[in-house]
């Protein structure tokens, strides 16, 4: 079937949600596709609250100032200046839709500290806040008759003379394939956080649309910068909330030390996230952690604040390791958190590709830099999915419908129908993707050298060659979650590929990409982005982009 609107979200996590709200109420027909139900996109997931300088005491430019100092000064300063300028108006208007945010005993909004940020200005909602948003968001589409296609898996998109104009999707529930065609398509597909394992990440955080967006052309930016958040319960990987130490837990190494005294004397535990995630990797490498971990103490905040604050991660320590945090510290590790890069887009969304528009973790404005602050992401979502839902319309109302598309959905019927019957010669998607995951947390990780990124990419490439020989154990046709967990694989190695050539092409150290062969960061050299191209199959393209520098020259970076 070929089905027809004027802008096609992908994804509806928050960004796309946001996306097509925007879009709906500038009038045009506009339709979300998601490969679960909206609710469970990984954005219900973030505990911990979003970003806003609402408070008298604090002020956007604060905001911006900090985020860019976080940002390793690798972020855009003018695109900061957006986020952080319009970040009051989405935090009121999303309480006034009905977000129940935390408010104090005086009934007023209240806020918690949150790392590399100068003042408190975290808004939340206990540790659910990305679900309660979520949740709001998904009755606001709704309201507005915004069509949903739900558990509708894209496998590629559709480009007529360079601009983007479609995507193909298979319908879970029967199999089928179809073409959305649209004026413009808003990529919002979320993170890629499982090309690592393990990874604070739902198992569907599999990059697909940056993937696609990158397959048909669009280039990626700053993929080298992968966010480690230092708190992820052992084991398991799930996240312990900034937010622990947003109301004052500490990290203890093995002999009880609150070890961040000495990397972060001012910010202690709540430093830049790489900062911690570094420190901690340190304590453990000299042999101050225990198990290859470090501890996180919640237990001098007592009871009222954990349950009535932090009862999910109170929970998921009790579930997952049997410890309860009220009496007992609780062992963790640095964990693959948060893509800073991605699809590289303008401050409304807009990508390289014509009628190509990308917004929230796929994107890459870039406003996270080399490093992203925590609650700053939930806030980029909403901004620029706003942003590139208004921009997109616009932009859909002026092009021309399209009778084109059936060849190009036959043909993917087709690709689709062989993968289906490959024979099994031995290889599962599930022994690639783990030996995939594993390999990258130990070459791509807090540190990275030039032999361990060039060994990681050979074992890419092998990878890639065993790609081609993974069978898909189920033939069916309904609701085949063996074949799409197949085509995900296809997109996390081609994610994992530009990951590593942009971290081998940045020869310093820089937020999140710490090379111990390049120990400095070097401004004359590297104050600029990386961004690359995919380059019909043969190794991909590298150029650069320039660092937009509005206020703040760069310094040196201390907490
Ligand atoms: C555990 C956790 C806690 C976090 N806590 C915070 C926090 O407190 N504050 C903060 O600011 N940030 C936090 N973050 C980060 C933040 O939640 C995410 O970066 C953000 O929610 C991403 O939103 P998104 O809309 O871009 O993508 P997502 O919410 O991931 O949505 C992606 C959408 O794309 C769809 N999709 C993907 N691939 C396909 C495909 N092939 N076909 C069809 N649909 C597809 C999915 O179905 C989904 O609907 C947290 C992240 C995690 C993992």
């Known amino acids: 079937m070929i089905l027809d609107h004027d802008v096609v979200v992908l994804g509806a996590g928050l960004a796309g949600m946001r996306a097509a709200l925007e879009a709906a109420r500038a009038g045009v027909k506009v339709a979300v596709v998601s490969k679960v139900h909206p609710v469970r996109s990984h954005s ?37 200046e957006i986020m952080a300028s319009e970040a009051p108006r989405d935090i009121i208007e999303l309480e006034h839709m009905g ?50 296609y739900e558990e509708w898996f894209a496998t590629a998109l559709y480009t007529v003379e ?5 995507a193909v999707c298979i319908d879970m529930l029967s199999g089928e394939l179809h073409l959305l065609r649209a004026g413009a398509i808003i990529m919002a597909s979320g993170g890629c956080g499982r090309v690592y394992e393990p990874s604070t990440n739902a198992l569907i955080c599999t990059g697909d649309g940056i993937a696609l967006a990158y397959r048909v052309g669009a280039p990626l930016m700053d993929m080298e910068m992968v966010q480690y958040h230092p708190t992820t319960l052992k084991g398991s990987g799930f996240l312990m909330t900034e937010a622990a130490r947003g109301e004052g837990a500490y990290l203890l190494n093995a002999s009880g030390e609150r070890f961040m005294q000495r990397y972060a004397p001012k910010m202690m535990e709540l430093a830049s996230r790489d900062v911690v995630s570094r420190s901690e990797t340190i304590e453990i490498a000299e042999g101050r952690g225990v198990d290859d971990c470090v501890f996180l103490d919640l237990r001098h905040l007592g009871p009222e604040v954990v349950m ?39 401050a409304t969304g807009a990508t390289a590709m014509p009628g190509m528009y990308a917004a929230g973790e796929c994107a890459c404005v870039s ?74 947390d ?30 898909v154990g189920d033939k069916s046709r309904v609701y085949n979650q063996a074949l799409t967990f197949v085509l995900e694989l296809g997109y996390m190695l081609d994610i994992a590929e ?25 401004d004359a050299e590297w104050l600029k982005h990386v961004v690359i191209h995919s380059h019909d199959g043969q190794a991909p393209a590298i150029d650069f982009s320039p660092v937009s520098i509005t206020k703040w020259p760069p310094q040196e970076r201390t907490y």
């Not at 070459?443 to 069978?471: P, S």
């Open 498 to 522: 530009t990951i590593v050539y942009s971290a081998l092409t940045r020869t310093e150290s820089r937020g999140a990409q710490s090379r111990t062969d390049f120990p400095k960061r070097n």
């Open 308 to 346: 009535r604050k932090l009862p999910q991660i109170h929970e998921m320590a009790l579930d997952f390791l049997g410890i309860d945090m009220l009496t007992t510290p609780v062992p963790v590790r640095p964990g693959m958190h948060y893509i800073m890069g991605g699809i590289k887009t303008d």
């Open 367 to 440: 406003v996270h830099g080399g490093n992203r602050l925590g609650a700053n992401s939930l806030l980029d979502t909403l901004v620029f999915g706003r942003r590139s839902g208004a921009a997109s319309a616009n932009y859909a109302r002026q092009v021309q419908p399209l009778t084109s598309g059936e060849d190009f959905l036959r043909s993917e019927q087709v690709r689709i129908a062989a993968l289906l019957e490959r024979p099994y010669e031995g290889e599962t998607h599930a022994r690639l993707r783990l030996e995939l995951g594993t390999m990258m």
């Open 442 to 471: 130990r070459n791509v990780g807090v540190y990275r050298d030039e032999a361990g990124l060039q060994a990681a990419l050979q074992t890419i490439q092998q990878l890639k060659q065993r790609y081609q020989h993974v069978a």
């Open 44 to 80: 219900g997931a973030a505990q911990g609250g979003i970003n806003a300088a609402i408070g008298k005491d604090d002020s956007w430019e604060i905001h911006a100032f900090d985020t860019i100092k976080g940002s390793d000064y690798l972020a855009d300063q003018d695109a900061v």
């Open 162 to 166: 360079g601009a983007c104009r479609g």
């Open 99 to 148: 977000v129940t945010f935390f408010r104090d005993d005086q009934g007023k909004l209240g806020t918690r500290a949150f790392g590399g940020a100068s003042k408190a200005r975290t808004y939340f909602v206990g540790d659910i806040t990305g679900q309660a948003l979520l949740y709001t968001l998904y009755d606001q589409i709704l309201k507005a008759g915004v069509q949903i």
